[in-house]
């Protein structure tokens, strides 16, 4: 489908600014792993192996693993069906494929050709944060919340007065048919869009707004410790691939941004202390509900972005930390026949060990690996971690009622009366 010799693993790994642990240049080659931050040279990327091409990256540490277009898409923020084929767009873009080849080339000794591209990934300085966050609170102006993501938000325990303060806050409804008139209202009161994720260049020449059907939503927007908006993830109203979330980005497309999986921070610590979940809208309504100060995480494999935010806030006399991630970190593995399409995959159950069901044992893994990121991430900043469970039974078993830190705040008083998880 892709022309392999158009680029390698190492140049995808340069485009990122991966940064390498060794300065050879061999057909395999270790990394500091863009996915959980380990420096023992545990995740490596493979060019070829045997004479045949590869391309193919894993980390011994934290599990992740895939080829060079998996890699990109992932760090990019670029999701749904045609991932891979925008992922490999941008990149060809990005080294300059397609015109004037502004790369720097040298021959390795394995006779390969070393590109590094000119065009890096840098952190945007105070002022391009202060511009981003203005046109994003500009364009949230031209949007509301219509009726059924209103009832959607009441529908998960929330009062019409909560609500109405995640709509002042953002949480506004995306809108397809006027995407390239909002881009057209933010141009005629002066604002460029160029590096702004979530627009683009359409076929027409026109600006536009990355809003279309299969994001239809609602936006949840994702705040630093200043309260700034750094990106939008989208509630989606039917999801992609199981997917409930897609971020607001242009990744792939004519002048357009990656969005980057940015956490984001909801309050100001207190006491030194802040909790941590997974979710942007877990982290809103739980700051929101309780006063205090929540760490959303895009993922639990985001490390990178929840360890920004954490040494941000040691500055500021960060002391301790609560870890609420969901509870599927304490599920009970055997197998119950629950698991819809994978259960069809796994029939008369021959991938099952000892009874444990494959899917359950891969989630609680995955998340258990993501609080064992957060708890190393604290003991190297030399703060206190400390795990926060809900909804479980004597043995500490999650019951399954309740699963996500928002689900127990909301269910465990009356809307007048919430305490701290």
Known sequence: MYARESFTIAEVADLLSIRRLSDSYQDEFPVEC?????????????????GELKNVYHCYHCGAAGNMLTLYAELSGIYGRNRYKEAYREIKQALSFSGTDKRQQSTTRNGFASIVSKKKRISLTEEEWDYRDHVYKEMLTFLKLKETHRRNLLLRGLTLNEVRQMEERGFLSTDEENSVAIARKLLKKGFRLDGVPGFFINRDGDWEAAFYRKNNGYLCPVRDGKERIIGFQIRLDVPLKERKYLWFTSSGLEKGTSSGSPAGMFGKIKDGTVYVTEGILKAEIAWMCTGNPYIGVPGVSNHKGLETVLRNL?????????????????????????????????????????????KKRRKRDMIRKGCIKLYEICEELNVSCKRVTWDTDASGTWMEQYKGVDDWILQKEEKGNRKTA
Do not use: T
């Open 34 to 50: 863009p996915f959980c931050g380990d420096l023992r040279g545990k995740c490596s990327f493979c060019i070829r192996k045997n």
């Open 314 to 358: 040691k500055e500021q006399g960060l002391k301790r930390v609560y870890e609420c991630y969901d509870m599927d970190k304490m599920m009970e593995l055997s197998c119950k026949h629950d698991e819809k399409s994978a259960c069809r995959q796994c029939e008369h159950g021959i991938y099952l060990y000892h009874g444990e069901c494959p």
